[in-house]
């Protein structure tokens, strides 16, 4: 391999990671990262500094009934702000990815205050234990209202958080409608959580909302004996979720959900099987996971990249990103939100405690024009700098391209993305309608800019 | 936290999306006839935003400027103030404008635009009038304080982003006491800083942290008529009060009782009445949720803007105990 080969491989590699564990970055910051290497940006990726974002001060300020937000349209300009600004990507994208995993939706909880105060959780414990995870949301006190847990007393259980604990969140079902559980097993996780609830807060109706707390009554909790996945004891909801996450169906659900959501949308079986014995070697540690993931042939082969549907919040903040037009909390900056929900993903309110369904089924005809013109309008914006910077790097990759070189400068521009050989040729096609790009011409901004606008136009672009 | 100097006295307000009610109210002011106005600025994407005038007895009278860039309507709103003859005068951080209004709330001129020249703004947020008339605006984005005569002609300005004495980052409320002296709620500095009408330094007050006199993003500052100084402690959800001296007088942080308009509500919701009893929160439900600005009146009334709990939280200063 050549060493302006081995280059174009290390930028793309680096694009493609940030693809998965990010929403995308700007091609200057493709070069930051490829500067530090391959492994090294995975691990920075993996530990994002836990500390209150500097800009949160001037969020709250701009948008203060996100402060207190009443509902999730009055919380939504905060993580939108997040999305399209945080230098920690990774952590918002594993946040992205509990948030569907383990939902809870705003149309039932109405309470923007919790909804942002979950995505805190999964920013501080979602790369770490999966154990830990659950308890953190077991503990949650708007997924004990979101699935009726203040409704399970020791004397009647409800079974709803036992049976999505079990079915939605860790072990998951089998081909056939089944699982490595039992009707059993649900009912008696239901009695082990049995006194684990929110504290009540005031209606909303006239002062705005409260804070929502966990409240564990133990007067309340159902502290006889239980069997569980074949282990007898007098569990709590902690003994619970511990027995869960040494189950082999757990380790691989999580892994078979990881894969899915960083890897391709076609599940591999060698690799999740792999993933499934790092979950159980790692005692279920997502960080380890995921560098696993990352570091991994199969993730780095040519096989998995722009292979997988971007959900709406990948297609709106990656494109959105490129433009780095965010320098302050704004109207713009809020809206992007909308963007999401018009392509189908309202953002803080999944619509149902199963989440979101990924893949093709994030795009109909419908959505499709939405993304489209959100793209193309996104890269049209020759007044933000990053599309300016974008527009520069295209003009001085040399003095006269010929129409290849132009399309394949334009890829690049836009964060070194490949199309298919169809989409390349129809684009090609159209340059030579023009002719060799001259950066000199007065013309030559408007052409790359319409090249941009055709590129994330095409079906390629959909993919990441 | 008892009061020394201070006696609480009652509470306007109820969160409400429109009519009789506030959502966010970021600020409130007392005309010449004692009606209080009160800015409500929500997220602008809710359209939730008004200025709403009703009688320190909680009578709701009307609300004017709701959401929109026509004429008229306000869109990112961020601060009031009231000349002698009742007109009054809104910002707006998105139109990057000022409206001006009648005391019926009809529009009667607006003025401003996007952009660094004189005359122009950058998010304009606090407001104040001076004993001449002229309106002072914190320009904030542009880092500067505008003088602007009432039609908004300029007049001019002063300051310079930075952290050395005089100097703003993001600054936010303004007052002009008795002496026309201008005070800037210096957000980012965590500080208060005086300056003369021509915005010449005089001195500066607070500093980062949690302790009396210190602050964390003050957003208002307010002076009285025997300059009491107030200052909206915002992120420490209190409100500090100093002598004109500038020696820490008190802490407030907040002794609601439910407003007339929460207490009709609860009577006629019982349901709600059983819920608020049994959560039972009712010392977290006096205290400030960022208190954004204050107000006082003549007959030592103080008024302080709840954003986050959509109130008006209302003090009565006792003057022959406290101060210079």
């Given at each position: 391999m050549t060493t302006a080969t081995s280059a174009r491989t290390d930028v793309s590699l680096i694009a493609h990671l940030l693809r998965r564990a990010g929403f995308g970055v700007t091609r200057d910051q493709i070069d930051a990262y490829t500067a530090k290497g391959y492994e090294e940006t995975v691990e920075e990726?993996?530990?994002?500094?836990?500390?209150?974002?500097?800009?949160?001060?001037?969020?709250?300020?701009?948008?203060?009934?996100?402060?207190?937000?009443?509902?999730?349209?009055?919380?939504?300009?905060?993580?939108?702000?997040?999305?399209?600004?945080?230098?920690?990507?990774?952590?918002?994208?594993?946040?992205?990815?509990w948030h569907s995993l383990l939902a809870v939706g705003g149309v039932k909880l109405d309470h923007g205050l919790e909804m942002l105060t979950e995505i805190e959780l999964f920013r501080r414990v979602g790369l770490g234990r999966f154990q830990n995870?659950?308890?953190?949301?077991?503990?949650?006190?708007?997924?004990?209202?979101?699935?009726?847990?203040?409704?399970?007393?020791?004397?009647?259980?409800?079974?709803?958080?036992?049976?999505?604990?079990?079915?939605?969140?860790?072990?998951?079902?089998?081909?056939?409608?089944?699982?490595?559980?039992?009707?059993?097993?649900?009912?008696?996780?239901?009695?082990?959580?049995?006194?684990?609830?929110?504290?009540?807060?005031?209606?909303?109706?006239?002062?705005?909302?409260?804070?929502?707390?966990?409240?564990?009554?133990?007067?309340?909790?159902?502290?006889?004996?239980?069997?569980f996945l074949g282990e007898t004891g007098n569990f709590n909801g902690e003994d619970i979720v511990e027995i869960i996450a040494k189950q082999r169906a757990t380790a691989r659900f999580i892994a078979f959900r990881l894969y899915l959501f960083f890897v391709a949308d076609e599940p591999n079986e060698p690799e999740i099987e792999r993933l499934t014995d790092v979950f159980q070697e790692t005692n279920g540690d997502i960080r380890s996971l995921l560098r696993s993931i990352f570091n991994s042939d199969h993730f780095k082969s040519e096989e998995v990249r722009f292979r997988k549907i971007k959900s709406p919040a990948e297609l709106?903040?990656?494109?959105?990103?490129?433009?780095?037009?965010?320098?302050?909390?704004?109207?713009?900056?809020?809206?992007?939100?909308?963007?999401?929900?018009?392509?189908?993903?309202?953002?803080?309110?999944?619509?149902?405690?199963?989440?979101?369904?990924?893949?093709?089924?994030?795009?109909?005809?419908?959505?499709?024009?939405?993304?489209?013109?959100?793209?193309?309008?996104?890269?049209?914006?020759?007044?933000?700098?990053?599309?300016?910077?974008?527009?520069?790097?295209?003009?001085?990759?040399?003095?006269?391209?010929?129409?290849?070189?132009?399309?394949?400068?334009c890829l690049d521009a836009l964060g070194s993305i490949d199309l298919g050989d169809r989409s390349k040729s129809v684009l090609m096609d159209h340059a030579s309608q023009v002719g060799p790009f001259d950066s000199d011409k007065p013309e030559s901004e408007e052409r790359t800019v319409e090249m941009f606008q055709l590129i994330v136009s095409t079906p390629d672009y959909q993919y990441c | 936290?008892?009061?020394?100097?201070?006696?609480?006295?009652?509470?306007?307000?109820?969160?409400?999306?429109?009519?009789?009610?506030?959502?966010?109210?970021?600020?409130?002011?007392?005309?010449?006839?004692?009606?209080?106005?009160?800015?409500?600025r929500s997220n602008a994407g809710n359209q939730d935003v008004r200025v709403s005038v009703q009688t320190q007895d909680s009578e709701f009278l009307h609300e004017f400027g709701r959401w929109g860039t026509d004429p008229g309507q306000t869109t990112q709103p961020s601060a009031m103030a009231i000349d002698s003859d009742d007109r009054i005068y809104v910002t707006d951080e998105f139109m990057h404008n000022v409206t001006v209004f009648n005391r019926e709330g009809q529009f009667i001129d607006r003025w401003g635009e996007s952009g660094t020249e004189n005359g122009r703004f950058n998010r304009p947020s606090g407001i104040a009038i001076d004993s001449e008339g002229n309106l002072h605006i914190v320009d904030h984005l542009n880092t500067r304080i505008q003088k602007l005569a009432p039609d908004g002609t300029f007049i001019s300005s002063f300051g310079t982003f930075g952290t050395e004495p005089g100097q703003l980052n993001f600054p936010w409320g303004i007052a002009i006491d008795e002496e026309d002296s201008i005070w800037v709620a210096d957000w980012r500095n965590d500080r208060?800083?005086?300056?003369s009408n021509n915005g010449d330094f005089i001195n500066s007050l607070g500093s980062s942290g949690k302790?009396?006199?210190?602050?964390?993003?003050?957003?208002?500052?307010?002076?009285?008529?025997?300059?009491?100084?107030?200052?909206?402690?915002?992120?420490?959800?209190?409100?500090?009060?100093?002598?004109?001296?500038?020696?820490?007088?008190?802490?407030?942080?907040?002794?609601?009782?439910?407003?007339?308009?929460?207490?009709?509500?609860?009577?006629?919701?019982?349901?709600?009445?059983?819920w608020r009893e049994n959560a039972a929160l009712f010392e977290m439900e006096k205290r400030f949720w960022r208190p954004s600005a204050i107000e006082s009146s003549d007959d030592g009334l103080i008024l302080i803007a709840d954003s986050c709990r959509h109130r008006i939280q209302i003090y009565q200063q006792e003057r022959a105990m406290a101060m210079n």
């Open positions: 990726l993996l530990h994002p500094k836990q500390e209150e974002a500097a800009d949160q001060d001037l969020l709250d300020r701009y948008f203060i009934a996100s402060v207190e937000a009443r509902s999730v349209g009055h919380a939504d300009p905060q993580w939108a702000w997040r999305l399209a600004t945080s230098q920690k990507p990774l952590e918002e994208k594993i946040a992205l990815f995870i659950l308890i953190e949301i077991s503990r949650n006190p708007g997924m004990m209202y979101w699935l009726d847990n203040q409704n399970s007393h020791k004397n009647a259980p409800n079974e709803n958080y036992g049976r999505e604990l079990l079915e939605l969140f860790s072990m998951g079902i089998d081909d056939l409608g089944g699982g490595a559980y039992t009707e059993d097993d649900v009912k008696t996780a239901a009695r082990a959580f049995t006194g684990w609830a929110s504290r009540p807060t005031p209606p909303p109706f006239f002062l705005g909302p409260f804070p929502m707390e966990f409240n564990f009554d133990s007067s309340d909790h159902d502290d006889g004996e239980k069997t709106v903040f990656g494109t959105a990103r490129l433009t780095d037009r965010f320098d302050i909390p704004d109207m713009e900056s809020s809206s992007l939100a909308n963007q999401a929900l018009f392509m189908g993903q309202h953002l803080l309110n999944p619509p149902s405690v199963e989440g979101w369904h990924e893949g093709e089924e994030w795009v109909d005809s419908g959505s499709l024009i939405e993304r489209i013109n959100f793209a193309s309008g996104e890269v049209g914006r020759t007044d933000a700098p990053g599309i300016q910077r974008m527009i520069e790097r295209v003009g001085t990759s040399n003095d006269l391209l010929d129409p290849e070189e132009f399309v394949e400068a | 936290m008892s009061l020394n100097n201070f006696s609480y006295s009652h509470t306007i307000g109820i969160a409400s999306f429109l009519g009789r009610g506030f959502m966010n109210p970021v600020d409130v002011r007392l005309d010449s006839k004692g009606l209080v106005y009160v800015l409500s208060v800083q005086k300056f302790k009396d006199g210190q602050f964390n993003r003050p957003s208002g500052v307010h002076v009285t008529s025997d300059g009491s100084i107030f200052v909206a402690d915002w992120r420490n959800d209190r409100v500090q009060a100093f002598t004109s001296d500038d020696t820490h007088s008190e802490t407030l942080i907040g002794d609601a009782t439910l407003s007339k308009w929460c207490q009709e509500f609860l009577d006629v919701n019982p349901e709600q009445a059983s």
